[in-house]
């Protein structure tokens, strides 16, 4: 069965450095988000993204925040100076498009802001 | 693990019964409702979902109801296994503006005795 696949599994960073989260959404799917879970709370809507450009994004999703889908089969999130407050889980989903709302998700990245 | 920060309502339920986890959703507008399964350390699983114009639709093992009135939505698992036992949570969206942002409930543990 197809799935969503996410690099790494767990992040640990130094405030203020970049990092670039990296997701292989399920192959034929043309919708591709990002989602975010702090520990212990609910998941939280970051971005999402189609035709090569951003669809909609939360408040969170601030200007140290990018995405790309830099081929044809990746999605980054990428966080150009990470903060202690970016420490979370982050999860890509992708769902297939018009008439197929069910998002899947990947197993997440743990990110670590030290 | 997962209960830092916010206190998860938890159901306990005995192997062999059915359970019943129920959500509240806010927005009225919204016409497309979720069931996901988050077992510790994943990314959420679907279950089940239903559309507005619904107002119970079965699965294997789970039924969703919906109740558009009261903005009530709940899940229904029958002969509950120990490896149903994880959190739950419901999302919503609001499909016909072309928003697909979903936004999650604060979730339920299920726990499961044997």
């Known amino acids: 069965e197809p799935e969503v696949t996410q690099t790494p599994s767990h992040q640990v960073t130094q405030m203020g450095q970049e990092v670039i989260l990296r997701c292989v959404p399920i192959?034929?799917?043309?919708?591709f988000y990002w989602y975010r879970q702090i520990l212990g709370q609910k998941v939280e809507f970051l971005v999402s993204?189609?035709?090569?450009?951003?669809?909609?994004k939360s408040e969170i999703f601030d200007d140290q925040f990018s995405v790309e889908r830099p081929d044809g089969s990746n999605f980054t999130l990428k966080i150009r100076s990470t903060k202690l407050e970016d420490s979370a889980m982050y999860f890509c989903?992708?769902?297939?498009?018009?008439?197929?709302?069910?998002?899947?998700f990947g197993p997440g990245t743990r990110l670590t802001v030290l | 693990g997962e209960s830092v920060g916010l206190h998860l309502p938890t159901l306990s339920v005995q192997e062999g019964d059915n359970s019943i986890i129920n959500c509240a959703y806010s927005?009225?507008?919204?016409?497309?409702f979720i069931w996901y399964k988050q077992e510790s350390g994943k990314g959420p699983q679907f279950i089940i979902d239903?559309?507005?114009?619904?107002d119970k639709r079965q699965g294997q093992r789970v039924t969703v109801l919906l109740n558009k009135t009261v903005k009530h939505l709940s899940l229904q698992i029958a002969a509950t296994q120990p490896g149903d036992s994880a959190v739950y949570f419901c999302?919503?969206?609001?499909?016909?503006?072309?928003?697909?942002?979903?936004?999650f409930g604060s979730g339920t543990r299920l726990q499961v005795q044997p």
């Open positions: 989903a992708s769902n297939g498009g018009i008439g197929t709302d069910t998002q899947y």
């Open positions: 192959s034929n799917h043309l919708y």
């Open positions: 927005n009225s507008a919204s016409d497309y």
């Open positions: 993204f189609y035709n090569n450009e951003i669809s909609e």
């Open positions: 999302a919503e969206n609001k499909r016909d503006t072309g928003r697909r942002a979903l936004t």
């Open positions: 239903i559309r507005s114009n619904m």
